[in-house]
């Protein structure tokens, strides 16, 4: 199962989009001292208000001095009624005083408080004109203050109503990479990128960028080797890959070079945000592959040394999990030890880091070989711990992993001494249906590996109960999952026994109508191991759940139709069931499937149609005297 | 007086080198429009310049300049000899730096404009002189003249690092080494680039 955790990472200059979208708050409001700021200030913005360009000048060069960073001076310029004549000037011709009142807001617009209220008095619209400026400098200081007020929706939203977007992308054609170009002439790329850096955070900006012919662009400039133009690039790359129509781009202009590339940057920063990038495009198999072509594995490998950097390390570990979904690159992994690393980073570790690894750690589990390396290390231990963790991305990769494990009798031995599987089954309790179907799943192979397997399920007090009455849940993974357990529990006879006074046999014929072939493979699982009591098969009959799955036989999928070959064979046992199977047309369709080369589903087919025959025989019969 | 062909080629020469900033075709048509002027001006000069009226009018008609201050100023920057007549040296030596000058050679001008008794400080009263009508807006309950003063004062923290209540060259660079919007800080002098 693909784990459906959404990772929180913060990208370094910004916050994520749903903080900043409320209307900011002032923190103290209505303190009596006015500060020296205030009136030092409130002086200078006379001058600012009153003078002619010379005398607006002197006072926005005087205003710099304050400390702009600080609160006090940015709420005073907001206060003093100063932060509207700066926008004001915005709007004149004159480039000197544009250019002083600029490099005064892109100070301030740090503040949340300002950002709103530049955006609340037209700012950004003023900024996005003064981009078609011919003054260099000018563009440069528009591009990074509408990097910095576009830190949230309205102000994105702002930006490309009036043409931002545009724009932005057009500085980025400015020159061409590679050419002996000025300081200057970078300087542009580097803050149209900033800019379009934060505007990327919106999906309706992703797609105008792309619409603008940003891909090559950005595609182009990944080229070059100044960090402080890369990390901007391959932060909007980054945030842009969670369109499909990016990770396209990404795989075929070749960026993905570029990006291992810059694994192996000297600047922590841009390493992080190209670990992000492939950590969001690795969803995609052929990227899986071009990073492993590209040899970018192994940096990721070493890149798990820098255990001090969290946001650095989250980003690594997040691409190795999503890389390690293609066995190939788990294979590559194991030559670098890379399991064993991750094993260690199982402690003393933030959430979003151990969401990575676990997830990673449970993709490994594909290989027999690193589960066992993973008990070597001493990894079973701390996962099982992680049990107990109430995060549900956290908790969902944990399930996986643990499942993963569980599949070697010497794991699930350490497993179970930890109590690891109580701890399982109380997930099942969990309210997120993606951690209870999780928790299902890992079940399966710990019920089918651990010692004494049916006395252990029958310990968890009201274990049995719980997990047949999820048969009622809505969430189709949590209903497959359950049924896949239910079908590894039912191998115990007492256990079928207590399941069936519970009412399984009811809840499982009620989910027999379903055209999902994921859960009507398990559900004909378990329906196949329910019959092994009592009277259960005729329950099943009385039901209605034969003419259900007489139907699945219909299905393409060859999976489907062992289930259901197995479910149809017990089922038969019933010459009720028999008579039922007859009218729906099973005979010929388990005949199709007698010559099979799976050998379960031959025999099953051939003893369903033979059971239907003898009994059919037998009822006309009687019939008939 | 015209001048042989001969000599016209060593003047181009000459200057070329001396301004640094032009190409040597771009200085043959400064010097061209310097004949013009010259023919338009008085004969005061026989020919070998031109005064302070043609002077101002020319600045006014090419860049738009308008303050009489400022225009008087930058005329006696151009005169370096202080004759009252533009010769042709100091005609296109003063524009190199006024339209391709770097930092230092504007710095340098700038200061000298702003320098208006040319004692090698900037005092306040110059200062005064030259933001006397840069206040549009003034408070009704005001002295008029307060807020200029304010302003001054306002000019020198900022650009004044020996605290000595004056604007030495060498304050002057710092400011506008700091700060480039501060180099016409007191008042533009240079053309505008539109």
């Known amino acids: ?625 | 007086a015209a001048m042989s062909r001969k000599g016209r080629k060593l003047l181009v020469d000459s200057l070329t080198r001396s301004a640094k900033h032009f190409t040597k075709s771009e200085v043959e048509c400064l010097i061209k429009l310097f004949d013009t002027l010259v023919a338009k001006a008085s004969s005061q000069f026989a020919g070998a310049g031109f005064d302070r009226t043609v002077f101002r009018d020319t600045l006014y008609n090419a860049f738009g300049m308008t303050d009489d201050v400022v225009l008087d100023r930058v005329f006696s920057t151009f005169d370096r000899d202080n004759t009252g007549c533009i010769t042709v040296e100091e005609w296109v030596e003063g524009l190199a730096v006024l339209l391709r000058g770097t930092l230092e050679e504007k710095m340098k001008y700038c200061f000298a404009i702003y320098d208006l008794n040319g004692d090698g400080y900037i005092s306040k009263e110059e200062m005064f002189q030259m933001l006397k009508h840069s206040l549009l807006i003034q408070p009704a309950d005001e002295e008029p003249d307060e807020g200029v003063k304010d302003l001054v004062e306002i000019a020198l923290k900022k650009m004044d690092y020996d605290h000595d209540g004056k604007l030495s060259f060498t304050d002057f660079e710092k400011a506008v080494r700091d700060e480039n919007l501060l180099l016409e800080a007191f008042g533009p002098c240079l053309p505008d680039i539109k």
């Not at chain 1, 503040?111 to 609340?120: E, F, K």
């Not at chain 1, 891909?215 to 790359?237: D, E, F, M, Q, Y």
């Not at chain 1, 969401?355 to 490994?364: D, W």
């Open chain 1, 1 to 625: 199962i693909f784990s459906k955790a959404s990772i929180s990472l913060e990208d370094s200059g910004s916050s994520s989009e749903t903080d900043e979208d409320e209307q900011p708050v002032r923190r103290q409001e209505g303190s009596t001292d006015l500060s020296a700021e205030y009136w030092g200030i409130q002086k200078l913005a006379k001058y600012v208000k009153g003078g002619d360009p010379t005398a607006t000048l002197i006072a926005l060069c005087s205003m710099r001095d304050f400390n702009l960073s600080e609160e006090t001076c940015q709420l005073a310029i907001k206060d003093t009624g100063c932060l509207e004549v700066l926008i004001n000037l915005l709007d004149t011709e004159e480039i000197k005083c544009q250019t002083g009142s600029l490099k005064i807001l892109k100070e301030i617009s740090q503040n949340i408080l300002i950002r709103h209220a530049i955006a609340d008095l037209g700012g950004l619209e003023i900024m996005v004109k003064i981009l078609d400026s011919p003054d260099t400098d000018l563009k440069c200081l528009a591009a990074e203050t509408i990097a910095n007020v576009a830190r949230f929706k309205r102000a994105r939203k702002t930006v490309r109503k009036h043409g931002g977007i545009k724009r932005l992308v057009e500085l980025l054609e400015s020159i061409s990479v590679g050419s002996s170009y000025q300081a200057k002439d970078t300087e542009t790329v580097r803050c149209a990128a900033l800019a379009l850096w934060s505007c990327s955070k919106s999906t309706k900006n992703k797609k105008a960028i792309r619409k603008a012919g940003g891909i090559p662009l950005l595609a182009r400039w990944l080229k070059c080797s100044h960090a402080n133009i890369l990390i901007p690039i391959v932060g909007t790359l980054q945030e842009c890959a969670s369109e499909p129509s990016y990770r396209l781009a990404i795989r075929t202009e070749g960026m993905i070079e570029n990006l291992v590339k810059n694994l192996s940057s000297e600047h922590e920063e841009l390493q992080m945000h190209c670990a992000s990038a492939i950590f969001k495009c690795a969803e995609d198999e052929e990227i899986r592959d071009l990073v492993r072509k590209h040899e970018g594995l192994q940096p990721l490998s070493a890149l798990l040394d820098k255990s001090e950097n969290k946001q650095l390390l989250a980003a690594v570990t997040g691409a190795i999990w999503k890389c390690a979904i293609s066995r190939e690159n788990v294979l590559k992994f194991q030559e670098y030890k890379t399991v064993e690393t991750l094993v260690t980073l199982l402690t003393d570790q933030p959430e979003e880091v151990l969401i990575n690894v676990i997830g990673a750690l449970g993709e490994c589990c594909q290989e027999e070989e690193n589960r066992g390396t993973i008990r070597r290390s001493g990894g079973i231990a701390p996962m099982v711990t992680l049990l107990t963790a109430t995060n549900p991305a956290l908790l969902v990769n944990v399930n996986k992993a643990v499942g993963g494990c569980a599949m070697e009798p010497e794991n699930m031995a350490i497993i179970d001494s930890l109590d690891g599987v109580r701890l399982l089954w109380s997930l099942l309790k969990n309210p997120n249906p993606d951690v209870q179907a999780s928790a299902a799943w890992a079940l399966c192979p710990c019920v089918e590996n651990a010692k004494n397997s049916g006395e252990m399920v029958r310990s968890f007090v009201g274990g049995l109960e719980l997990i047949v009455n999820l048969l009622k849940s809505k969430d189709k993974e949590v209903l497959t999952s359950v049924c896949a357990a239910i079908a590894n529990i039912a191998k115990d006879q007492e256990n079928l026994a207590v399941m069936t006074d519970h009412g399984v046999v009811p809840l499982l014929s009620k989910l027999a109508n379903t055209n999902n072939n994921k859960l009507r493979r398990h559900l004909a699982e378990a329906i196949a191991h329910c019959c092994m009591w009592g009277s259960n098969r005729v329950a099943f009959g009385e039901a209605k759940a034969v003419a259900p799955l007489a139907r699945y036989l219909k299905s393409k999928d060859p999976l489907v139709h062992r289930a259901t070959a197995q479910a149809l064979y017990q089922l038969s046992e019933d010459p009720n069931n028999c008579v039922i199977m007859h009218e729906n047309g099973v005979v010929k369709l388990l005949l199709a499937m007698v010559g099979s080369t799976d050998d379960t589903l031959q025999e099953a087919a051939a003893g369903c149609i033979a059971n239907i025959r003898r009994l059919a025989l037998a009822a006309e019969k009687a019939k008939y005297g």
